[in-house]
């Protein structure tokens, strides 16, 4: 019988553990421009993520294989991180000594640009404070899912995937 992966035993997928799935943008790439990473390990029949892309940078040879990205080809428009339904796309741009993820944000309320948010890691846990640099609300965008990009310190890039919205 093969082994159960640990994503499926923790029910969230460690970044050591995604790197033996899929091949990381170079720390070159990551300074270009934002880069989408597909967080999304199961064969699964889904691929919206494929469709949407506009120039073809989603690889996957069928529906139930788990997406790569061409990174060259990737413009950073944020489509698969909206048209996502699981939740599984990011983007990430490294800026100077900070770094900005793209992420999706479900949970009401949604923060607004300039606003210091709670950074969460893949457990849930409170890990720092980032900013909001810009959103896409539910209205404009191309799933149902809302995103937010927010600049945080560059060492949580690849830890934080949600944050908490903490108003008086
Ligand atoms: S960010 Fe845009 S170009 Fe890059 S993989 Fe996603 S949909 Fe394709
Ligand atoms: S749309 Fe999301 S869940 Fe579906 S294959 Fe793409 S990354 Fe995975």
């Not at 640990?6 to 300074?31: Q, V």
């Not at 100077?96 to 793209?102: D, L, M, Q």
């Not at 890691?121 to 990009?149: A, Y």
Request: with cysteine.
């Amino acid at each position: 019988m093969s082994e159960i992966p640990e994503y499926l035993r923790k029910g969230y997928i460690e970044i050591e553990e995604l790197k033996k799935i899929i091949e990381l943008p170079s720390e070159e790439r990551l300074r270009k421009k934002p880069v989408a990473i597909p967080e999304c390990p199961q064969e699964i029949p889904c691929a919206p993520c494929r469709e949407i892309c506009p120039t073809d940078a989603v690889i996957m040879e069928n529906v139930n294989d788990i997406p790569r990205v061409n990174y060259d080809k990737c413009i950073g428009c944020s489509l698969c991180v909206q048209i996502c339904p699981g939740l599984a796309f990011f983007m990430v741009y490294y800026k100077g000594n900070k770094a900005r993820v793209t992420m999706p944000h479900e949970l009401l309320p949604i923060p607004s640009v300039g606003e210091e948010v709670v950074l969460l890691n893949r457990v849930g846990e409170e890990v720092g404070k980032g900013k909001v640099i810009t959103v896409v609300p539910r209205e404009k965008s191309k799933g149902d899912t809302p995103i937010i990009t927010v600049e945080m310190p560059i060492e949580l890039a690849w830890d934080v995937r949600a944050v908490k919205v903490v108003r008086e």
